[in-house]
């Protein structure tokens, strides 16, 4: 019904285009797409790689405020908060990916900020402003880009100092409190140093009403700020950017899915569907007692009221050197770093049942060095690559807390400090090739050399209770566990692209990419699970076919591809029961053996008329299995599917522009659709999301240099959830961390 109504919706909004015909001489031709997703700028026709390529005005418009929210904007791509904001998010390009929310493992997809990769998978969470593009690249990227893109890559491209004098400043207001103010000035020095200073604030409560009297509020406030320089001479160029953010906050408190009933006096398990309706209590009864979706009752004061506080600051130097007319030198340096601290309520109740911390200390460092040669027909790429990152991670897990209080059950509180340490340091080599055999054909080839060495510490501690109330307790030591990975491999690609037509390309390609082992710096709470936490690297070997075509006078694109993935030695996030019902679960980074991924996805971009323009974009994954795994306690399981993985994924975006006698009216409507997936590799009924389909909207008038918008997100209000995790062996619940509601915003815009 809610779909119906839009459509309905659009066929008003949008009647110029629905009734009207427009002369071919009066539509404008879709500007040519250009990507550096080879290190250089090119045309897209020219690359054998998919792409889906996002220009910052368009995330503006739809008020992307970080990398969680660029959901929905390609296809066969999928990425969320993952364990509430603040946390590591989940990025899954075509079924490759992680739910891991621990602090201290990367990703299989890279997140690069102006050519800088980050370290752990606390650099992916990045907040968008000011922004000129961003690449989504699909599959392996394992020549060019500096490590651990099994899955592929997403490059940031912020927005460099230009020669005029010009600038922006954004004022918003929101539902649920939000205010945002974020702005823009470009000041040029002289002819050849231009300067550009971008900041951002935004101040926001969540979607989630916390039923708990003695519950603080759950708010965020966040700053960045972001100053670059460029400078520009005959044969150099020098790009250098200083970065700031801080965060200060209490994050969205956890929903409690219970998964217990009583029938006759019995207590009962409720089916899946029983307990995702929230008629169901976890194993001490509670049910927060609400028939809506967004409520919630926590206990989220631990610490001074559960505070999440994030700062961090960087700095990266781009050095271009002319060497020739057909040669140049590239060095990217950068410097971040990052202070993170986050505490949690896991039972999602108001008892003390499951509680925790995690604090993380990052500082990486990175150089990368290319030098660069075009000649008639080739162009030759070859570099070096280094990475030194050294992470500290002081965490707590707070088990039974309440017991302490009881006579019979004080002996099964127990609280876990796990502090780890983990330094990390990569070397890569690599080359690549483009070679034109003639006007039609060209190769493209690239091989890459990566040597990582990870030395990690993990120190755990255990406070347990002497006698009833004894809150205070006693700590002792419990593991001292220290250890090596030492990993080196070969990664590349192979691909041919072929002009069929004027209008009508084609690539194929063979890529592998190669993800290092680490440390997962996960729960921890024996010396077992501590000496088990280490894993091995993984490969993955891509096939894939695509092609591009243009047609309506070069006013429609279409991409279309094909795809093959064989994953050898796969990590995955093991998330199982333990032996003892009083113990957390298990969490382990494993290499769980092989699986087999392949599928589909199209994305068309056709400008119909002057004023309509329309994107859809369709990704189909019928397979993306693991062949088999072993769990934590001993059982084999076969052919489950990966987590995150939908078997359809559906977006588009269509605008109407109404032109005004000084002014214009935009019309702007995006949706998202994902089939049905699962959040971990168990394939639990429980954790299970139900399909879904989000809807965006903004109605904006310009004039001149002024903007008004209104805009809302979920204007359906759909009910879904980021994340479900499993503890229904310890607590008879899952973790509920619930998507955003329906919100209604307005933007006021200055340009100059």
Not at 325 to 334: A, D, P, Q, R
Not at 372 to 384: E, K, P, Q, R, S
């Amino acid at each position: 019904m809610k779909t119906t109504s839009l459509i309905m919706l659009s066929c008003f909004i949008f009647p110029n285009f629905l009734f009207s015909a427009q002369s071919k001489d009066d539509i404008k031709e879709i500007e040519v797409i250009e990507v550096k997703a080879q290190k250089r700028l090119q045309n897209i026709n020219d690359v054998a790689i998919s792409i889906t390529a996002l220009d910052g005005k368009s995330l503006s418009d739809q008020n992307i405020k970080d990398t969680t929210a660029l959901s929905g904007q390609a296809v066969n791509f999928k990425i969320t908060q993952n364990a509430a904001e603040g946390t590591p998010p989940a990025i899954n390009i075509r079924g490759v990916g992680s739910m891991d929310y621990n602090t201290s493992t990367t990703s299989p997809v890279g997140v690069y900020v102006d050519n800088v990769a980050g370290g752990s998978a606390n650099s992916q969470l990045v907040n968008l402003y000011d922004i000129d593009s961003i690449e989504i690249l699909r599959g392996p990227q394992g020549t060019l880009f500096g490590r651990n893109t099994t899955g592929g890559a997403v490059l940031i491209n912020t927005k460099r100092p230009t020669k005029e004098f010009s600038g922006y400043v954004t004022a918003g207001i929101a539902q649920r409190s939000q205010f945002k103010l974020e702005g823009a000035i470009n000041l040029p020095v002289n002819e050849n140093i231009y300067t550009r200073l971008a900041i951002n604030h935004q101040e926001y409560d969540y979607s989630v009403k916390n039923l708990f009297d003695l519950a603080p509020k759950a708010k965020m406030e966040q700053t960045h700020g972001r100053l670059s320089v460029l400078a520009d001479y005959d044969n150099l160029e020098i790009f250098a950017k200083v970065h700031i953010e801080s965060w200060d906050g209490i994050v969205q408190p956890v929903g409690n899915i219970g998964v217990y009933k009583h029938v006759n006096g019995n207590k009962v398990l409720c089916t899946p569907s029983e307990a995702a309706s929230g008629i169901c209590a976890d194993s001490f009864g509670f049910n927060d007692g609400s028939n809506d979706f967004y409520d919630v009752a926590v206990n989220n004061n631990i610490n001074n009221d559960s505070p999440h506080k994030t700062d961090s600051w960087g700095t990266d130097l781009n050095i271009n050197y002319q060497l020739s007319n057909n040669s140049y030198l590239v060095s990217i340096s950068s410097f971040n770093t990052l202070d993170r601290v986050h505490f949690f309520n896991s039972d999602g109740s108001p008892a003390g049942l499951v509680e925790g911390g995690q604090d993380v200390y990052t500082d990486v460092y990175s150089q990368e060095l290319r030098y660069h040669l075009d000649l008639d027909d080739t162009y030759v790429i070859f570099g070096a690559y280094y990475l030194d990152e050294s992470l500290t991670q002081d965490n707590f897990i707070d088990l039974f807390r309440d017991f302490r209080s009881v006579d019979s059950l004080f002996g099964n509180a127990v609280k876990f400090f796990y502090d780890n340490k983990i330094q990390t340091d990569v070397w890569a080599a690599f080359a690549n090739l483009d070679y034109d055999f003639n006007d039609k054909t060209s190769l493209s080839t690239g091989v890459r050399f990566s040597k990582e060495n990870i030395a990690y510490r993990a120190i755990g501690s255990v406070n347990t209770s002497s006698q009833v109330n004894d809150q205070i307790g006693g700590t002792g030591p419990a593991w001292d566990v220290n250890g090596k990975i030492n990993d080196d491999n070969v990664s590349g690609k192979l691909a041919i692209n072929h002009v069929l037509s004027q209008n009508l390309t084609a690539f194929i390609s063979y890529s592998r990419g190669y993800k290092s082992g680490g440390y997962n710096g996960a729960i921890i709470t024996s010396l077992e699970e501590a000496q088990r936490n280490d894993y091995g690297s993984e490969t993955l070997d891509a096939f894939e076919l695509g092609s591009r075509i243009h047609w309506d006078d070069n006013n429609a694109y279409l991409y279309l591809a094909l795809f093959n993935y064989d994953y050898q030695d796969q990590q995955v996030f093991m998330n199982q029961a333990a032996v003892s019902p009083t113990a957390p679960p298990i969490q382990l980074l494993d290499n769980v053996g092989e699986s087999n991924l392949y599928g589909a996805e199209a994305e068309l971009k056709w400008q119909l008329t002057p004023n309509f323009n329309m994107q859809l974009g369709i990704g189909y994954l019928p397979e993306a299995n693991l062949e088999a795994f072993v769990d934590a306690q001993g059982k084999t399981i076969t052919d489950n599917r990966l987590p995150f993985t939908s078997k359809w994924n559906v977006n588009g975006f269509i605008e109407y522009v109404q032109p005004l006698s000084n002014a214009e009216l935009l019309f702007q409507l995006n949706f998202d659709y994902q089939s049905e997936f699962y959040f971990d590799q168990n394939q639990n009924a429980y954790a299970k999301q139900q399909d879904y389909a989000l809807f965006n909207a903004r109605i904006a008038y310009e004039q001149e240099d002024w903007t008004i918008a209104l805009w809302g997100k979920n204007i359906t209000d759909e009910e879904h959830s980021n994340l479900k995790f499993d503890l229904t062996a310890l607590l008879g619940m899952l973790q509920d961390f619930k998507g955003d509601a329906r919100q209604f915003g307005l933007d006021v815009s200055y340009a100059f």
